[in-house]
């Protein structure tokens, strides 16, 4: 099937924002999602960082806010799992699970999911306590006690902001210092409110309706004890949706598309936006951004097809 102008590969923030901008501009648009738009946002009970709702909005209306926004300009959405592309050529084919489409450009919105730990009661309480971004959902807990699990760069700045924001945070490691580079060591421990829990795990989230605290393991004696907490941020990485593309464009080590700020792939007429490209900063405003960008950049490719 023909697609037109302009296929995207996700319905999260960046995609939805390249959409407007391109039916806006007169682009054939094709959005697919593989299940409602918003994309990881869409999980968040409460976003305050996106400029222009004065008190705040949930992800998933954002969402919907955004997809509404797109298809006022005629984009147009298909709930559909994408399971491949040929992205080489002046003709990008798009295989799906409602069949292939064809277009002159593609732009790659496929986002990057948190690490999860996979341990009993996570998948439970996420957005009910358990998250996943510090700068997302922190405001939620002002002045409670939050947890935060990770050792790393991410962990260490989740729980900086988190300081700044709870009224204690517990820094859970499982080894006994940070892998965090020191430039973090020393405000963490000016940070009067943060207390590590050093050689500790997430054994299990506990809680009932909502999260109450976490099942700590020793891992060195292998005692559990219990933490009790407001809430959950596991800080332990993420993971690009790039599978699809790894034999087709251009990755870094870590598995993101690598694109600068034009969001312009190692193939031409393919763009990266949001979440799954090389970027110093990973949020709404950034991705929906890249989305406005990425059609100032196809328009120009678009008009050299002719």
């Not at 946002?41 to 919907?64: R, T």
Request: aromatic fraction near 6%.
């Amino acid at each position: 099937m023909q697609a037109g102008d302009m296929l995207i590969i996700g319905g999260g923030p960046g995609g939805y924002a390249a959409a407007l901008y391109a039916a806006r501009s007169g682009l054939e648009t094709l959005v697919l999602e593989k299940l409602s738009a918003g994309g990881q946002m869409a999980l968040s009970e409460q976003i305050d960082n996106y400029p222009g709702f004065d008190e705040g909005i949930d992800g998933f209306s954002l969402g919907e806010r955004m997809r509404r926004g797109a298809e006022r300009f005629g984009a147009r959405t298909l709930l559909a799992e994408v399971t491949g592309a040929a992205l080489a050529g002046a003709n990008k084919t798009v295989i799906t699970s409602a069949g292939e489409f064809t277009a002159k450009a593609v732009v790659i919105a496929t986002g990057a999911r948190p690490r999860n730990l996979g341990v009993p009661g996570e998948s439970a309480f996420e957005g009910r306590g358990a998250h996943y971004c510090a700068a997302c959902d922190g405001m939620a807990h002002r002045g409670k006690t939050v947890a935060v699990i990770g050792g790393g760069n991410s962990a260490a700045a989740d729980a900086l902001t988190l300081s700044r924001i709870a009224g204690k945070v517990f820094l859970v490691h499982r080894r006994d210092t940070l892998r965090a580079t020191k430039v973090y060591h020393e405000p963490l421990a000016r940070a009067g409110n943060v207390e590590f829990r050093w050689n500790s795990e997430a054994a299990a989230f506990l809680g009932n309706d909502r999260l109450t605290g976490l099942l700590l393991r020793d891992v060195l004696t292998g005692e559990t004890r219990e933490l009790p907490c407001d809430a959950v941020f596991v800080s332990v990485g993420r993971a690009p949706e790039t599978e699809l593309f790894r034999e087709q464009l251009a990755l870094d080590a870590a598995g993101y598309i690598i694109a600068d700020e034009s969001t312009q792939t190692s193939l031409p007429g393919v763009f990266a936006v949001g979440d799954v490209r090389t970027k110093a900063l990973r949020q709404i405003v950034t991705a929906v951004a890249d989305g406005a960008t990425a059609v100032y950049y196809a328009e120009e490719y678009l008009a050299k097809l002719g």
